[in-house]
């Protein structure tokens, strides 16, 4: 078993940036793929970013590349995503989940059925 915890979401400015924190604790961290999502009110939950255990790979939705990053620290078991230029339709719940058995392409790792593990997740808001 694998908990996540999120934290870092906020009220920011469009323009704006902010850095999400995904603390794991539990099972050991390292072999598993980790991803972000996110779920806009009134909206299906959809792929943000993720990245391989090595962290050699990261994978961006179209909608955020070129502003976001995503990064991790396998010492620390976080996973880190940071949020540049941020703009209105940012605005989601942003959930962190773990994917143990998934292979590291994209269309693995930005599927939600890769992921067994799943935070509470950290609101956004980004006001114009």
């Known amino acids: 078993q694998v908990q996540l915890v999120e934290s870092g979401g906020a009220l920011v400015q469009a323009g704006g940036s902010l850095r999400l924190s995904c603390a794991a604790s539990?099972?050991?961290?390292?072999?598993?793929?980790m991803g972000w999502f996110r779920q806009a009110p009134g909206k299906e939950r959809e792929f943000v970013a993720a990245i391989r255990w090595s962290g050699v790979n990261t994978y961006y939705a179209d909608s955020v590349k070129g502003r976001f990053t995503i990064s991790r620290d396998n010492a620390k078991n976080t996973v880190i995503l940071q949020m540049n230029s941020l703009k209105p339709e940012d605005t989601a719940v942003y959930y962190c989940?773990?994917?143990?058995?998934?292979?590291?392409?994209?269309?693995?790792?930005?599927?939600?059925?890769?992921?067994?593990?799943w935070g509470q997740g950290t609101q956004v808001n980004v006001s114009s």
């Open positions: 539990g099972r050991t961290f390292n072999p598993y793929g």
């Open positions: 989940a773990a994917a143990p058995y998934s292979g590291s392409y994209y269309y693995q790792l930005s599927s939600q059925r890769s992921y067994v593990y």
